[in-house]
């Protein structure tokens, strides 16, 4: 019942902010949108691993949903105008495969497995902390700059 609840609550974050953080990204650049999603999401992942009060675990859901685009939407653009035109087929194939493989499963370990989500959540947190740090070492993107008429920048 609770995992169940938290898929949804965090479907409907992802769902609210899905358009809107588009946007923002277009408007203040996609390295500002990006840091602010994998910071956020850290704060989100250690809260969930950390607390035991069930009503902070769903709200902490909710906004782990409302801050996936931030990361998954935004960071996938952001990633593709650092990369040749040639190579965006294929690195958008390969990100997509994984992405629907880790999904499958997550699917698969809490059916079978376990349904204990802390051990999952670790790996996530190792890998949205090593995004956060190099966040602040990643440029803006170029295209970005260009888009915005910022020629001296890009």
Not at 40 to 68: K, T
Not at 114 to 141: H, K, T
Request: net charge positive; charged share 10%.
């Amino acid at each position: 019942m609770q995992l169940a609840l938290f898929g949804q609550l965090s479907f409907l974050g992802a769902a609210i902010t899905n358009i809107p953080v588009t946007v923002l990204s277009d408007k203040y650049g996609r390295n500002f949108i990006f840091k602010v999603g994998v910071v956020g999401q850290s704060l989100v992942f250690i809260c969930l691993m950390l607390n035991h009060i069930r009503p902070l675990s769903y709200a902490a859901m909710f906004f782990e949903g409302g801050l996936s685009p931030w990361i998954n939407m935004v960071g996938y653009v952001y990633m593709c105008e650092f990369l040749p035109r040639k190579w965006q087929d294929y690195v958008a194939t390969i990100y997509c495969f994984t992405y629907a493989s880790v999904v499958l499963i997550l699917t698969f370990y809490f059916q079978i497995i376990s349904n204990r989500y802390q051990w999952i959540m670790a790996v996530g947190l190792l890998q949205l902390i090593f995004a956060s740090v190099v966040s602040f070492v990643i440029v803006e993107s170029p295209i970005w700059y260009l888009s915005k008429g910022k020629i001296p920048e890009a």
